[in-house]
T-cell receptor, first 110, second 114 residues
Framework: DQQVKQNSPSLSVQEGRISILNCDYT??????FLWYKKYPAEGPTFLIS?????DKNEDGRFTVFLNKSAKHLSLHIVPSQPGDSAVYFC?????????FGQGTRLTINP | DTEVTQTPKHLVMGMTNKKSLKCEQH?????MYWYKQKAKKPPELMFV???????INESVPSRFSPECPNSSLLNLHLHALQPEDSALYLC?????????????FGSGTRLTVV
């Protein structure tokens, strides 16, 4: 049973435009949702998180939105930069563990 | 120091070898984790240590043996592995329970079993 689903395996965006990455979840018993970014052969890097009592959190170019009624999470990156090209994981943080979505490979085109 | 350091970065081992992966953090985190990532898949949890005690074992085969000698160190002892165990092994640490700042991951050890 996949608790966190990222239905788009890849996304291509023009530099300077907005990147929107989406995530759906099934389990409502979570403390936080997090977004991690991963380059090849490196560990995941924490980007931004949102707690279950919030519907939006913003940090610089990154904004995460949480729609609890739809069980949907999204990450907005604006403006997108070439260095943002990576795999992005939507991650559910429950009791003592992180559960990763399948990831979305984001490519920013110059 | 805000890093998790993993050694070695690359490891090639035979199916009869015994080797160990090491992980170190000096952020005062009291929870440490081992994750395994296969190509084109998300990381999957293997073990969780909380206050130096094993709190979660995700039904990992006994050929993988974790050890937490102290609050800063985490080892993963490997013995009689199979070629399908080849993967990127990631160590992470966090404040107890994780929290708003998530987990900090190391760069991983790329393991190849031949």
């Amino acid at each position: 049973d996949q608790q966190v689903k990222q239905n788009s395996p890849s996304l291509s965006v023009q530099e300077g435009r907005i990147s929107i990455l989406n995530c759906d979840y099934t389990n409502s018993m979570f403390d936080y949702f997090l977004w991690y970014k991963k380059y090849p052969a490196e560990g995941p890097t924490f980007l931004i998180s949102i707690s279950s009592i919030k519907d939006k959190n913003e940090d610089g170019r990154f904004t995460v939105f949480l729609n609890k009624s739809a069980k949907h999470l999204s990450l907005h990156i604006v403006p997108s930069q070439p260095g943002d090209s990576a795999v992005y994981f939507c991650v559910f943080q429950g009791a003592q563990k992180l559960v990763f979505g399948q990831g979305t490979r984001l490519t920013i085109n110059p | 120091d805000t890093e998790v350091t993993q050694t070695p970065k690359h490891l090639v081992m035979g199916m009869t070898n015994k080797k160990s992966l090491k992980c170190e953090q000096h952020m005062g985190h009291r929870a440490m984790y081992w994750y395994k990532q296969k190509a084109k898949k998300p990381p999957e949890l293997m073990f969780v240590y909380s206050y130096e005690k094993l709190s979660i074992n995700e039904s990992v085969p006994s050929r993988f043996s974790p050890e937490c000698p102290n609050s800063s160190l985490l080892n993963l002892h490997l013995h009689a592995l199979q070629p399908e165990d080849s993967a990127l092994y990631l160590c992470a640490s966090s404040q107890e329970g994780g929290g708003f700042n998530g987990y900090t991951f190391g760069s991983g050890t790329r393991l190849t079993v031949v």
